[in-house]
């Protein structure tokens, strides 16, 4: 995967050039850190929004070949690397797709992303994106969002509404969400919003 990688950064640049060398460490390794949070059960519908190269649709669709992996993001030349990336790849589990989560009208269990924009605006993006109820995973049918080693609890205080003690050990709750932390590394925290 790292050589495919290198080959379309030098001509499509998807992952900042100073970081390519991290490949392993930085993008598939945070991206399988989903599946430390959770099992995705066979025939699960999965969204990956704003995709970018492939990050985290690709990794997981290889650790996750009976699950369906829709990779999403609104710029071209990311779509066109993620296409062939998982096409050299042989993944039968992915499709890609050149569209703004605003104009998908399909549904998913679970939306991952690596933190493309701000939570609220995230949860705005995919609350009418996620099937409700009838959840056959472990985890109930939610957003997943990966963050890097900056994310900071703070960026959850524009909700005040829906956030009222951010110290709470393992769920927030407020009417009809939910919010689990858990910490995988020091570096890497998915955060799951479920409905």
């Not at 649709?57 to 779509?79: N, R, Y």
């Not at 989560?101 to 939306?111: G, H, P, Q």
Request: hydrophobic share 45%; proline share 4%; charged share 20%.
């Amino acid at each position: 995967m790292g050589a495919l990688y290198n080959f379309w950064n030098d001509r499509i640049n998807v992952i900042s050039r100073q970081d390519i060398d991290n490949i392993y460490e930085h993008h598939v390794l945070h991206s399988l850190s989903v599946s430390k949070f959770i099992e995705f059960q066979n025939g699960t519908r999965v969204l990956d929004l704003g995709t970018g190269g492939g990050f985290p649709g690709i990794p997981l669709a290889i650790l996750f070949p009976d699950v369906h992996f829709h990779l999403i993001d609104s710029i071209d030349k990311k779509v066109k690397v993620a296409e062939a990336i998982y096409k050299a790849l042989a993944l039968r589990n992915v499709t890609v797709e050149q569209i703004r989560a605003e104009d998908l009208r399909e549904k998913y269990d679970f939306v991952v992303t690596r933190g493309v924009a701000d939570l609220m605006i995230l949860y705005d993006w995919t609350i009418n994106l996620i099937r409700r109820g009838g959840s056959f995973n472990e985890v109930p049918n939610g957003l997943i969002t990966l963050k890097g080693g900056g994310f900071s609890i703070w960026k959850l205080h524009h909700s005040k509404t829906l956030f009222t003690n951010l110290r709470s050990p393992n769920f927030l709750s407020s009417p009809g969400l939910q919010i689990s932390f858990l910490s995988i590394c020091r570096w890497i925290n998915p955060i799951i919003l479920t409905i």
